[in-house]
């Protein structure tokens, strides 16, 4: 035996890199210049159809125009495809064209939030109160006392479309949900968590004040509802609608923060919505910057992943197939064939390693703040139910597409076998018969609605899928 005891740590060990370990102080300068845009888009795109409105607005400086079924596109041409505001498809023609298959990346735009209910407005000892509806995983209890802003939109009987977007700006009224105080609260806090804070119990509060007539005090008679009416004399002159208008309304209460840098090193992203809307940059930002390609490469952003991607917008819809369908039969080239051949990486978050919650994770195969993108070769629960499962094949095709191209990355499930679990879009993708495997952030707080990244691992997702696209 020659080798020194070093040599055979490097030759024979498995180990995962700190981020600082191959990046120097130029390469984090440019890392953080990446995160500067990436906190704008944030800002801007606190929704689902914000997202797809922000995306679109910068592919289409990029060269991207709408996607026209007649037409057939030739190589280099960048093209997108919108559906009902909520999903899209990106693509940018390849010299191969359709041909050898296309390469795809696929993110989601919706992250957990509070919808209203089709009824929401009611009055209870002279507060005024929204109801909500919560939508994908939370733990109700986070969002009490949290700040929020109301976005979304109400379109009237007539048709007419009213944008609502209320509480981002500094000058904007917000809006919260109460919590009890803590000295009536001894009860309370022996209940299970399941117990002590229910759904229905997430109402906002949006206004205390009686309507009055000219400004006079409100004196005699009855007071009930005079709030109530005072907010929806409000609304009738701001957005000019009733209160009937909220049964054909998508209002969305999201919490009002904006993306804050972390630690004193600024090393981190606190924000609402890295799930998944990290991947979801990661995934745009690379396609906007593809445009020699040898095979047709595809950014697909979609609705509705956290509440299991049913629905016309989301990855279950016929709408991705329809979109490639138009595509490939322009060369007259069977629709099979051509999705035998396509690779495609499901781009969305995973569990960050928390120090605080150090027994909840497999630290053998979980990921680490810092240390890149989370490779996934399969989700699921328990016995892997649910989980497409990426083949040995595939993930030595992406290993060796990272290690050539000097991506930081990792690998990482998604907590203990028979306590964690989860999923993502990967499934309906591979059931296309497509090679798919899971890639993304690793995140702190995931599904609260102060999440936290790592700048480095942001940065490195990005670096993924653009190599991922650009591979032979
Ligand atoms: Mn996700
Ligand atoms: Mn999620």
Not at 164 to 191: A, M, N, W, Y
């Amino acid at each position: 035996m020659n080798k020194s005891l070093k040599q055979m740590k490097e030759d024979l060990l498995r180990r995962s890199r700190h981020g600082n370990e191959i990046m120097d102080k130029s390469e984090l300068k440019v890392v953080d210049k990446f995160c500067e845009g990436y906190k704008n888009f944030l800002n801007k795109s606190k929704t689902e159809r914000q997202s797809i409105k922000e995306a679109i607005s910068m592919a289409e400086k990029f060269g991207f125009v709408e996607f026209d079924s007649n037409v057939t596109y030739k190589p280099g041409e960048k093209i997108y495809c919108q559906n009902r505001e909520k999903s899209v498809i990106f693509a940018v023609i390849g010299k191969n064209k359709a041909k050898n298959g296309f390469k795809m990346a696929i993110s989601h735009v919706d992250s957990p939030r509070l919808d209203l209910k089709p009824n929401p407005i009611y009055e209870s000892d002279s507060l005024v109160l929204l109801k909500t509806h919560y939508y994908g995983g939370i733990k109700k209890y986070q969002w009490l006392t949290c700040p929020l802003s109301l976005h979304g939109k109400i379109i009237k009987k007539n048709g007419e479309s009213v944008e609502v977007s209320i509480g981002e700006d500094d000058e904007d009224p917000q809006f919260c949900i109460t919590d009890l105080l803590p000295h009536l609260g001894r009860e309370l806090i022996q209940k299970k968590i399941s117990e002590a804070f229910l759904g229905e119990n997430l109402n906002a509060i949006i206004g205390s004040r009686f309507i009055s007539i000219d400004g006079e005090k409100v004196v005699g008679g009855d007071k009930k509802n005079l709030a109530k009416l005072n907010i929806l004399s409000i609304l009738n002159e701001k957005y000019g609608v009733t209160e009937t208008d909220f049964l054909s309304a998508e209002l969305e209460f999201v919490p009002a923060f904006k993306a804050r840098d972390i630690g004193f090193d600024r090393s981190m992203i606190g924000a609402y919505g890295h799930d998944d809307r990290s991947c979801t940059y990661a995934s745009l930002k690379a396609i906007l910057e593809c445009s020699n390609v040898d095979n047709t490469v595809i950014t697909a952003l979609v609705d509705k992943e956290e509440v299991g991607s049913n629905g016309n917008s989301g990855m279950k819809s016929s709408f991705f197939k329809d979109f490639l369908e138009d595509i490939i039969e322009k060369e007259d080239l069977k629709v099979r064939h051509v999705l035998k051949k396509s690779k495609c990486l499901s781009t969305d978050v995973s569990a960050a390693f928390d120090p605080n919650f150090k027994t909840y994770y497999e630290a053998t195969n979980t990921s680490y703040i810092n240390c890149g993108v989370v490779v996934t070769k399969y989700t699921g629960v328990g016995g892997k139910a649910g989980s497409s499962d990426a083949s040995a094949e595939f993930m030595a095709e992406i290993r060796r597409i990272f290690d050539e191209n000097n991506v930081l990355w990792q690998t990482g499930e998604l907590g203990k076998i028979d306590d964690g679990g989860g999923g993502t879009i990967a499934k309906y993708v591979a059931n296309l018969n497509v090679d798919v495997v899971d890639v993304g952030v690793p995140v702190l707080s995931m599904h609260s609605p102060f999440e936290v990244v790592s700048k480095i691992d942001v940065y490195s997702n990005f670096l993924a899928v653009k190599s991922f696209f650009e591979s032979k």
